[in-house]
């Protein structure tokens, strides 16, 4: 895939007016979306992917056009569950839904660089270093066992690097509109506004250490990595706000990302042992007896898991949100004890 400077230059200038056009446009002035523009603008935001996925696979052919798509549907799946967390801190913080789109917007930019800062490095590294394969696919073999088996019950917004964050910077107890500094008695205090874009961009550099190796494991393109990127994270502030309420209930997703994980994981490895120079692998020598996993099939079993864990979580929630509520009590499940075991995995 030949893409010029040029091509670079005006795909990242489109996406620096485009964030600043949805910060002056939806953000600047604090309101809480309403469902209806959510929705138009997931959409909206959806349909853009989609047509520009079709563009690189008119231009470029529909080998890496193909490559997008499956980036596309992973970096969007692993997003979904990043608003999972997003949740948690946002409850953390008691933060007024009326801030609740800069806190998105701003952590949104935040991923955006760090996944950029990841790419280029991940790309540097398979340029000059085929062995980073091997490193990548047990990456993410272990992030999908993680995944699907870690019960971590930690709170990201009060874990050890927020502890470290208030012992170091003096924080007010309540917030002051959307201003992330005030100045009283003569000294600059933060606000709780600051501390929860720290957390959230916390969040995303733990992120970004599994979406980053994903991708890269569908196609070897900075091109397609960067773009597929881009378009998960647009519509990620209007999609928290549209099925926020719905994200309880995809209580497979975790497991549907570990299997997504895990494959991609294992094509990895197998590209590896393609590509091998390791002397103590064979003697250096590649090993193809394995064959490749084609790009079409990454991208149907990729479609397909999400499609299974989505049915399968309506499935299960539409059983239990029949149990009535005084069963649930006795139990002792509450639904945030739900939400909060779900988010933080």
């Not at 913080?93 to 930019?109: D, E, S, T, W």
């Amino acid at each position: 895939m030949n893409v010029t400077p040029l091509v670079w230059a005006i795909t990242i200038a489109v996406t620096i007016v485009f964030f600043v056009y949805e910060f002056f446009a939806h953000v600047r002035k604090p309101h809480e979306p309403t469902i209806g523009e959510s929705a138009r603008w997931s959409a909206f935001y959806i349909a853009l992917a989609l047509l520009f996925g079709v563009g690189i696979g008119v231009v470029s052919g529909w080998t890496f056009g193909g490559e997008y798509f499956a980036g596309y549907l992973t970096e969007k799946a692993l997003s979904i569950d990043n608003l999972f967390v997003f949740l948690i801190v946002m409850a953390s913080f008691a933060v007024p839904k009326i801030y609740q789109q800069k806190v998105l917007m701003i952590g949104i930019v935040i991923a955006l660089v760090l996944r950029g800062i990841f790419i280029a490095v991940g790309a540097a590294l398979i340029e000059n270093f085929t062995w980073v394969f091997y490193l990548f696919g047990a990456l993410l073999l272990y992030l999908a066992w993680h995944q699907a088996f870690a019960h971590d019950s930690s709170n990201p917004a009060d874990g050890r690097f927020m502890r470290f964050i208030r012992r170091r910077l003096p924080v007010t107890n309540e917030y002051h509109g959307d201003r992330l500094t005030v100045r009283m008695d003569g000294r600059r205090w933060v606000t709780p506004m600051l501390l929860t874009i720290i957390a959230i961009g916390f969040v995303d550099l733990i992120f970004a250490v599994d979406s980053i190796p994903a991708i890269y494991g569908l196609t070897e393109e900075a091109y397609i990595v960067f773009t597929a990127n881009v378009f998960a994270l647009m519509g990620l502030r209007q999609l928290f706000f549209l099925i926020g309420g719905l994200l309880e209930r995809l209580v497979y997703l975790a497991q549907g990302l570990a299997v997504i994980l895990a494959f991609i994981g294992v094509k990895l490895l197998i590209h590896a042992l393609h590509k091998n120079e390791l002397p103590f692998i064979n003697g250096g020598e590649p090993i193809t007896v394995i064959p490749e996993v084609p790009i079409w099939l990454s991208l149907l079993f990729i479609a397909v898991t999400i499609a299974v864990a989505t049915v399968a979580s309506i499935v299960k929630t539409r059983g239990a949100r029949r149990i009535p509520a005084a069963d649930r009590v006795a139990a002792g499940v509450t639904e945030t004890d739900a939400r909060e075991d779900r988010a933080v995995r």
